[in-house]
């Protein structure tokens, strides 16, 4: 059958995917649009509590992460293939270490009982409250993102091993790399709204 | 041998057991008769649903069912009839059957994503019939869920909310397949130009799926976490804004009223030529309309709206647009009037369909710039005018598309003839039934009767007795069609290839159609309704 190797159609393919995940998180950000409008002094107030040293390493670390799978591409297109196994651990890493500092922010926030539900967020005037729901939910569907990019890279990795993904059929990585810039997009947007601007 | 070939696809593998060829199959024909058979069940289960809500209306009072079931029979109603019935119904069926063959290809670009959509969607129906018998009792909150209600009713509102999301992303993984199928495998001389205008439908249509839908998933998301730990993000007590909810809703569900409704112009768009035996009129306005109306339709949400709260400014301007949709839309309609004009038209069941189609769908459209228009929607917002009117649109129009794309194809499919004559007398009492249950049920909403009750006052009774009555005849009009279909499937005459003399290529192929389509990409030679080159690639 041809219809199976084309692999032009198989990045189209994903890339209307990655449309629908943009607006998925549009959503989101419409949401915050509104509400900062609505809030602008109570959305600055719960900025100001976020950790902006530890949002600035986790930018700095998909960013490179976006860098790394680029580069195992390349090195699988040239046929590097130990190469681009490394790079992929890599950037499978990054994710791990990625998903660690955010436990470690939402740990702190969660120990200042600031989420939905929190003692100490309820006595917060609303539209704080609302800047903490939304921060909650925008990052972990974020969070469920990245897991779910990490756990692409991993079984792209697998069938790097098996020689299944190689120079002559490189999609399966091109898609899960596209895929996980598309991660790196979404947070490059989340991090100056949440911790920069504000 | 010949004898196994005589059955095409349908042929068994006799390799595995029967229900596995098919529940495992990839092959995009068997996806669409898979997705056809489990359209039909839901909405014969939607149409049963019906008419129990419309025998509960035939005297004020409770008559049948408390205000409490009455709640969760029109809840359950809407949600089986919008998300697995109309949405998957033309697109998912037909478009799955259909795309490959008129375009020349072999398959849809990703076949085993296509099974994986089939999967979801009837995980996804699993979850909503099983959210009727656990937790908290079937939904009541319509199928809109409307917060603040949706969030705090105690029925299970989540597991269906869950059904939803699954059924969207089945939605939007038709619409990628779709997408890409229709730019990478039309067979060579199939160019843009001589796409048939189902396939320019379907892909508006797919453009929507993928891009509207998520909203639709994120909306629902929040709900369920809403109700699971409470966000407050809808939420007044807590800063939260309800009518934010009602945006985020209707950006997805207003142009999922174009993924019910261009799929249906598209079928529209391919019967009325092959019976007016003439060329579509117009073919690159029906084209580009099916695109201007998916566009435009992105941008009139707030028209669900114009009494919840918005600004003046908003309401006139999402008024105004809503207007400027329903030009697109007419030049559907001038086109196909303009293609039966002086055309040597041949009244068969889909033609007949078809027809029924124009006239309603017209009705169903201008009710809705009485709609449209906010003064007059702030009377009839929420009655029961409101619900004759998107019954219009929704079963007048999609629904006979349906129909009638099951009257013209269903020969191909299966290589067999129904009872004409039957189907002919089925249409007849379907049309009847429908005016009799509809058009009552505008007049009384004009009256004043309030959409989602189960009572009323005495004085609206006569209208709805009516109501009740054309239920009853569509419903016997529904079965007689249905049947006549079922016994043409299995016991039919042989319809030949091309009993409709049609110039699409799927008729260029055997009745039923072959396992592999074609075996050779088929060079393409002239466009979709030259009838003269009716058989020929
Ligand atoms: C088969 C015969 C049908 C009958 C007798 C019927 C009857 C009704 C009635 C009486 C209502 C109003 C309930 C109320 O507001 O109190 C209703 C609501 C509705 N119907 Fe139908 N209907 C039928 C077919 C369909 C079809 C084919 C569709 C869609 C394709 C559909 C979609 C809906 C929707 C979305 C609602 C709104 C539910 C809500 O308010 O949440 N119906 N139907
Ligand atoms: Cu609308």
């Not at chain 2, 005495?458 to 049947?483: K, R």
Request: charged share 10%.
């Amino acid at each position: 059958m041809t219809t199976q190797r084309d692999a032009f159609g198989a990045r189209l393919g994903m890339w209307l995917f990655l449309f629908s995940e943009l607006l998925l998180f549009g959503g989101l950000f419409l949401l915050y649009a509104v509400y900062l409008a609505r809030y602008p002094s109570e959305f600055a107030a719960g900025g100001q509590q976020l950790d902006t040293l530890l949002g600035t390493g986790n930018t700095l670390l998909l960013i490179t992460s976006s860098l790394t799978v680029a580069l195992a591409l390349s090195a699988l297109q040239q046929g590097r293939r130990q190469l681009c196994q490394m790079l992929l651990c890599a950037t499978i890493l990054a994710s791990l270490l990625f998903l660690t500092i955010k436990g470690i922010e939402w740990q702190a926030k969660f120990g200042h009982g600031l989420f939905p539900g929190g003692a100490e967020l309820e006595t917060l005037p609303a539209g704080q409250q609302i800047f903490f729901s939304l921060y909650f939910v925008t990052t972990g569907l974020h969070g469920l993102h990245v897991l779910i990019g990490a756990a692409l890279l991993l079984w792209t990795l697998g069938l790097t091993r098996k020689g299944l993904v190689s120079a002559e059929n490189p999609v399966m990585l091109e898609n899960s790399a596209l895929y996980w810039h598309l991660v790196d997009l979404i947070w490059i947007f989340i991090f100056p709204l949440y911790y920069l601007l504000l | 041998m010949s004898q196994q070939n005589d059955r095409g696809f349908l042929q068994a593998s006799n390799l595995q057991p029967l229900l596995f060829d098919w529940i495992f199959s990839v092959d995009h024909k068997r996806i669409g008769l898979l997705y056809l058979y489990s359209v039909c069940a839901f909405f014969l289960a939607g149409m049963v649903l019906g008419l129990l809500i419309r025998l509960e209306l035939i005297a004020p009072g409770p008559t049948i069912a408390t205000a409490q079931t009455y709640n969760a029979l029109f809840t359950l109603h809407g949600v089986v009839m919008i998300f697995l019935f109309i949405i998957p119904g033309i697109p998912a069926a037909f478009g799955n059957i259909m795309l490959p063959l008129q375009i020349g290809a072999q398959d849809v670009a990703f076949p085993r994503l296509n099974l994986l959509s089939w999967w979801l969607y009837i995980l996804g129906a699993f979850m909503a019939l099983t959210s009727l018998f656990s937790g908290g009792g079937p939904p009541d909150t319509g199928w809109t869920f409307y917060v603040p209600f949706a969030s705090e009713t105690p029925t299970n509102v989540s597991l269906a909310l869950l059904a939803v999301f699954i059924i969207g992303f089945s939605s939007i993984l038709t619409g990628v397949n779709f997408v890409t199928t229709i730019h990478r495998l039309r067979a060579p001389g199939m160019h843009w130009g001589r796409l048939p205008l189902f396939i320019w439908s379907l892909y508006a249509t797919a453009w929507v799926q993928i891009l509207a839908t998520p909203v639709l998933g994120i909306t629902v998301i929040l709900v369920m976490v809403e109700r699971l730990i409470g966000l407050g993000l809808f939420d007044p007590a807590r800063g939260g804004d309800p009518i934010l909810y009602q945006h985020l809703f209707w950006i997805y569900s207003h142009p999922a009223v174009y993924i019910m409704v261009l799929p249906a112009m598209g079928v529209i768009s391919e019967i009325i030529p092959v019976f007016s035996r003439k060329p579509t009129f117009g073919y690159k306005a029906i084209a580009a309309s099916s695109v201007a109306i998916a566009a435009a339709g992105s941008l009139v949400w707030g028209h669900h709206m114009f009494v919840s709260g918005m600004s003046d400014t908003a309401i006139m301007v999402f008024s105004l647009l809503t207007f400027l949709v329903a030009i697109p839309s007419a030049v559907k309609v001038f086109n196909w009037v303009a293609t039966l004009y002086r055309g040597s038209i041949s009244l068969e069941p889909p033609m007949l369909f078809a027809l029924a189609f124009v006239f309603l769908f017209s009705i169903g459209g201008l009710t809705g710039l009485v709609l449209g228009s906010a003064s007059a929607d702030v009377h009839v917002h929420d009655t029961h005018f409101v619900v004759g009117h998107f019954h219009y649109i929704m079963f007048g129009g999609t629904g006979f598309a349906f129909f009638a794309a099951l009257h013209y194809w269903l020969p191909k499919v299966f290589g067999r003839m129904y009872n004409i004559k039957i189907a002919t007398i089925a249409w007849a009492i379907i049309f009847v039934g429908f005016n009799l249950l509809y058009f009552p049920m505008m007049l009384v909403g004009l009256h004043g009767m309030p959409r989602r009750y189960y009572d009323y006052l005495p004085q609206f009774q006569n209208l709805n007795v009516i109501a009740t009555v054309g239920s009853w005849v569509l419903a016997i009009g529904l079965l007689l069609m249905f049947a006549n279909l079922y016994r043409g499937i299995r016991r039919g005459t042989a319809a030949g290839n091309n009993p409709w003399q049609a110039a699409t290529l799927e008729w260029v192929v055997t009745s039923p159609p072959p396992g592999e389509n074609f075996s050779q990409p088929p060079q393409v030679t002239h466009d979709p309704y030259d009838l003269q080159q009716a058989g020929k690639p």
